[in-house]
Nanobody, 124 residues
């Protein structure tokens, strides 16, 4: 069975940093594009960042561009999200997701697998 397990969430002050990790198992990790999405209460789940199978290409939401960095270590079956200069509006549950097919990586539709999420809270 496929599992995606997020970790690294927590409470941080405005301007602080967190590094999220997503450990994958039960799939050929290098065969999947990976992404991070987030969802705040009462809001739609929104795209944050994505990275292609080899890590050659990355994509970011405008709201996080320049502050967040997505990366992956295929030898460790892990994708990361380094979050710097955090703002209260970054507060959300962060989910990692895996998609075998390329294309439309910025949409939550079409992703094959999802983690359970990890809470990130940024206090002002």
């Amino acid at each position: 069975q496929v599992q995606l397990v997020e970790s690294g969430g927590g409470l941080v002050q405005t301007g602080g940093s967190l590094r999220l990790s997503c450990a994958a198992s039960g799939l050929t990790f290098s065969g999947y594009n990976m992404a991070w999405f987030r969802q705040a209460p009462g809001k739609e789940r929104e795209f944050v960042a994505a990275i292609t199978r080899s890590g050659a290409n990355t994509y970011y939401a405008d709201s996080v561009k320049g502050r967040f960095t997505i990366s992956r270590d295929n030898a460790k079956n892990t994708v990361y999200l380094q979050m710097n200069s955090l703002k209260p509006e970054d507060t959300a549950v962060y989910y990692c997701a895996a998609k075998r097919l390329s294309g439309a990586l910025l949409s939550r539709h079409g992703y094959n697998y999802w983690g359970q999420g990890t809470q990130v809270t940024v206090s002002s």
